[in-house]
Nanobody, 114 residues
């Protein structure tokens, strides 16, 4: 079974940047779109960015111009570069494939101090 392992989160000041990674073990990584999701305490998990197997990435309005999703199919890895972070970006960030959702990984915590 494919496993999802997120990493790279941490504490960052407002206005700072962070890059997080997701490694999806197993075969056939390249045929799936991959999305980054986040969940803040007391809030629903939301999709923030998605990158298809081919084509342009898409972002929710709240992160457009600040976040960039990318993928390295050879490494089975999807990245999220986050710039100009605000406290509202504080959340646990998760990845998953689309379609064919997998069990969620543990996520990686991104905390933006105020």
């Amino acid at each position: 079974q494919v496993q999802l392992v997120e990493s790279g989160g941490g504490l960052v000041q407002p206005g700072g940047s962070q890059r997080i990674s997701c490694v999806a073990s197993g075969p056939n990584f390249s045929i799936y779109a991959m999305g980054w999701y986040r969940q803040a305490p007391g809030k629903e998990r939301e999709l923030v960015a998605v990158i298809p197997s081919a084509g342009e990435a898409q972002y929710v309005d709240s992160v457009k111009g600040r976040f960039t999703i990318s993928r390295d199919n050879r490494k089975n890895t999807v990245y999220l570069q986050m710039n100009n972070l605000t406290p509202d970006d504080t959340a646990v960030y998760y990845c998953n494939r689309r379609p064919g959702f997998l069990p969620w990984g543990q996520g990686t915590q991104v905390t933006v101090s105020s």
